[in-house]
Each structure stands twice: as C-alpha cells, then as structure tokens.
C-alpha cells in the first residue's frame, strides 16, 4: 500500500520468516487511503503530514481539476497538507505547537486540488513567518536563564487570536484566514521581566526560576494589584 515507503528485503530474512502474506487488490484508489488503513503503529503528526502532502501531489497530477474536499476522505484532516508542505522545507518544524490553531483555520477548498495547493504554498510561507517570528520571541524568555521543554506552547498559545473561539452548529467558514494578508498574528504576547525573579512573567502568572534541571515550573496565579 505504503509506495512512498518500499519494504526492506532483509526485514523478513532477520526475523526468520519464510513466507510473507500479501492481499493485493486492482484498486489502485486504496493506496490512498493509506492513513485509514493502517494498522499498525499510528503515524505521528510529521509522518502523517509528509504522507497527506505526497498522495496530493500525486493526485493532483492524475485529478487535478477535482476539487479539494472531494478528498478528504483521503487526507483526512486539511491542516496536515499545509503542515505537510512546512515539513518537506523544514524537517525540524514544531508542528505539533500550531496543531491547534491549524484545526480551527484551516479548511478543505472548494478549488480544485490544483489551485489548492498553490494557495497552501502560500499559508505554509505563512506559518512559516510566524514561526520564525515565535523563535525569536522565545529568544527573549531564554535569555534571563529561562528554560522549558514547553516554552514554544506557551508562547503559541498566549498569540493565538482564536483560542477561545467556539465553533458555531454549522459554521463553515474559518474564525481568521490564514493567507499573508491576515495581520492577526501573530501579536507579541504581553510578558514583562520580574526583577526579583529575573523570569518573565505574564499578567496573572508569576514563572518561578527552575532549579538544576532547567525546566520552568508554574506557579500558582496571583491577582493583579
């Protein structure tokens, strides 16, 4: 099924196997549903990324005029073909931290899968800004010695404009397009720098310096005076 991925030919000689059962099927449509049909170790959200973004391209060469949501059985959610085009230029992209936001902008187009995917060209370039723009952000809390695995979610979601939206019964349309033109976000979120810490802190939340391991641990909020 996997044909970006061939069998290793050793694979079954070192586990001792002399016979390897196949079922083969003249539908070459199921090599397309390669997610929904894998039953082994699910795929993580990279590997599922790469894996959407290939099987469009490849669809776009034979059904290009279809449109997008006609697929989306196939590609099973559309933010992983936007993340998709991120992994294949940037491999170490935290994809992961904008999975979220990606879930409630992200929509599969009414265009056909030709025109769709030049236009996630565009939003991947988009998120890619965003990221660069998010380094250099946690650039700033790493400097007064503030260290966390889970800093780069932190920041991600304080800049989120949509992370309390609430879907509506129905509603199609995305909270905020994702397009170049779209200027809210990210905002640089409102952190200031305790003296008496030297961590920053956000309105409500007090970091306390982390000790040895160097993770930051949260503290109890406080009110505001």
Do not use: C
Request: net charge positive; glycine share 6%; no cysteine.
């Amino acid at each position: 099924m996997d044909t970006q991925r061939p069998p290793s030919p050793g694979r079954g000689k070192v586990l001792g196997l002399k016979q390897i059962t196949a079922l083969i099927s003249p539908d070459e449509s199921l090599a397309y549903r390669i997610l929904a049909l894998n039953t082994e170790k699910a795929h993580n959200l990279k590997d599922r990324s790469l894996e959407v973004i290939r099987m469009a391209r490849n669809l776009a060469k034979r059904r290009g005029r279809e449109r997008e949501d006609a697929f989306a059985a196939e590609f099973e959610a559309a933010e992983l073909l936007t993340l998709g085009i991120v992994y294949e230029k940037s491999p170490r992209f935290a994809g992961g931290a904008y999975s979220a936001f990606l879930k409630k902008v992200d929509r599969f187009s009414e265009r056909t899968l030709a025109v769709s995917l030049r236009q996630r060209e565009d939003h991947a370039a988009r998120l890619a800004e965003i990221d660069a723009r998010v380094k250099g952000i946690i650039a700033t809390l790493q400097a007064p010695r503030l260290k966390s695995p889970y800093l780069r979610n932190y920041v991600v979601a304080r800049i989120n404009p949509v992370r309390f939206h609430k879907a509506k019964k129905g509603d199609t349309q995305p909270p905020m397009p994702l397009a170049r033109r779209s200027r809210a976000w990210p905002r640089r979120p409102a952190i200031s720098t305790s003296a008496r810490y030297r961590t920053p802190i956000s309105p409500g939340w007090r970091w306390a310096r982390a000790a040895g391991s160097g993770a930051a641990a949260e503290a109890r909020p406080r009110p505001r005076r």
